[in-house]
Structure formats: C-alpha cells, structure tokens
C-alpha cells in the first residue's frame, strides 16, 4: 500500500478558505481507482467528504459539503486537493486522504490505504 501523506490544514475563521493536499508516497494513484477524503470531528465517527475517479476524473461528495468543496486531481505532481471554501465552524475536523480500489468507493471499509490526517479548525 501507499503512503499517502496530507497537507494544509490549519486555522481559518468560518467564510474563510483552506486547501489540503494529498500525495502517495513511493506509489502513483494511478494504481488506484478513487482517491478521497474523510474527516473526524472529536466524539464522532469518520465520515467520508468527497471522492474522485483517479483515471476519469469523476467526483462524489457528502451532502454536507455540495457546493462548498471541490476535490480535484494533478497527474503530473501525483497529488489530490480538497479545495475548501466557506468554510464553518462544523466542519471542523481531522481530514484524512484515502485510497480505493472500488469504483465509487464512499466507505470507510472500502479504503485500504490512509494518511495521517491533517487538522482542520474553523472558528466562529
């Protein structure tokens, strides 16, 4: 499995913006079919944020974040970005990258490779 490591999270007040990034150590996401995000808020289990298609480039994402958060893809830098904007105090978080081999993966069991996480505050 690959190493996926995040980066970009940080603190950012609520209408603010933050884009994380996400890169496979050692492995290309070409050797996987969906590439995604996920994040946990203190207390509360792991939810998945959005997902995109490595190879044909189509996106899922949670009702929570529609409309707000953009997940792309870079072949070339072999990276993936969650582009957040209007961001709130809800969406606080530790946001994890994930890695599947199951088209239109959106569940946690269905992701075999993770990173670390990188943390998200959004204050009021």
């Known amino acids: 499995q690959a190493q996926l490591v995040e980066s970009g999270g940080g603190l950012v007040q609520a209408g603010g913006s933050l884009r994380l990034s996400c890169t496979a150590s050692g492995r290309t996401f070409s050797t996987y079919i969906m590439v995604g995000w996920f994040r946990q808020a203190p207390g509360k289990e792991r939810e998945f944020v959005a997902d995109?298609?490595?190879?044909?480039?189509?996106?899922y994402y949670a009702e929570s974040v529609k409309g707000r958060f953009t997940i792309s893809r870079d072949f070339a830098k072999n990276k993936v970005y969650l582009q957040m904007n209007s961001l709130k105090p809800e969406d606080t978080a530790v946001y994890y990258c994930?890695?599947?081999?199951?088209?239109?993966?959106?569940?946690?069991?269905?992701?075999?490779?993770w990173g670390q996480g990188t943390q998200v505050t959004v204050s009021s």
């Open positions: 995109i298609s490595w190879s044909g480039g189509s996106t």
């Open positions: 994930a890695a599947s081999r199951k088209f239109r993966a959106t569940e946690k069991a269905d992701f075999g490779s």
